[in-house]
């Protein structure tokens, strides 16, 4: 089984702020990764695709990056709305693993 | 519109039975391989089980191999799982998901939250 880790746990950030999270699987992947985000009582949503692919309908200041065993999601200037709990996938071997997540909270 | 709407979770004791459900609509449900991951409560994200699109293929995570089984009836847009010797840490939300053309989990309904306690 893919181990997939995030980090860092908590992303404390100011809104207008650039994040960046990252995510290291425990062998390569290849571009086979997705990102999610998830808000409070609700269920994930599909951010990212193909480690760097943006899922229709997300605003473009998400963008991926990376491929093997490192990828990073930046949020370039974060909104209110940003702030979620976003969880990396490797859909590159069975089973399909997840990071722990990482909480991006406000500042 | 795509839409996956999940019940029949609830409470039930240890060594117990659930069976949940997934009604699909907006797409052609027969098309997609789909899947329930879940999410025990405070944690994170975690997959169970996919079914392939005509329900001939199956595959399940080790920790419920055995115990669950995955299945669907094209004919009614419904995804199942059935959930069979039930221990405390099935406790989770199950979210019914569809496949996406990329093979990521595209689309996911609100969830239902099964509680296994005595």
């Known amino acids: 089984e893919i181990v997939m880790t995030q980090s860092p746990a908590t992303l404390s950030v100011s809104p207008g702020e650039r994040a960046t999270l990252s995510c290291r699987a425990s062998q390569s992947v290849s571009s086979n990764l997705a990102w999610y985000q998830q808000k409070p009582g609700q269920a994930p949503s599909l951010l990212i695709y193909?480690?760097?692919i943006r899922a229709t309908g997300n605003p473009v200041r998400f963008s991926g990056s990376g491929s093997g065993t490192e990828f990073t999601l930046t949020i370039s200037s974060l909104q209110s709305e940003d702030f979620a709990v976003y969880y990396c996938?490797?859909?590159?071997?069975?089973?399909?693993?997840f990071g722990q997540g990482t909480k991006v909270e406000i500042k | 519109e795509v839409q996956l709407v999940e019940s029949g979770g609830g409470l039930v004791q240890p060594g117990g039975s659930l069976r949940l459900s997934c009604a699909a609509s907006?797409?052609?449900?027969?098309?997609?391989?789909m899947h329930w991951v879940r999410q025990a409560p405070g944690k994170g994200l975690v997959w169970v089980s996919r079914v392939d699109s005509d329900g001939s293929s199956a595959h399940y995570a080790d920790s419920v191999e055995g115990r669950f089984t995955i299945s669907r009836d094209n004919a009614k847009n419904t995804l199942y799982l059935q959930m069979n010797s039930l221990r405390a840490e099935d406790t989770a939300v199950y979210y019914c998901v569809r496949d996406g053309a990329a093979g990521t989990f595209e689309y996911w309904g609100q969830g239902t939250l099964a509680t296994v306690s005595s």
């Open positions: 193909g480690a760097s």
């Open positions: 996938q490797q859909y590159n071997n069975w089973p399909r693993t």
């Open positions: 907006g797409f052609i449900f027969w098309n997609y391989w």
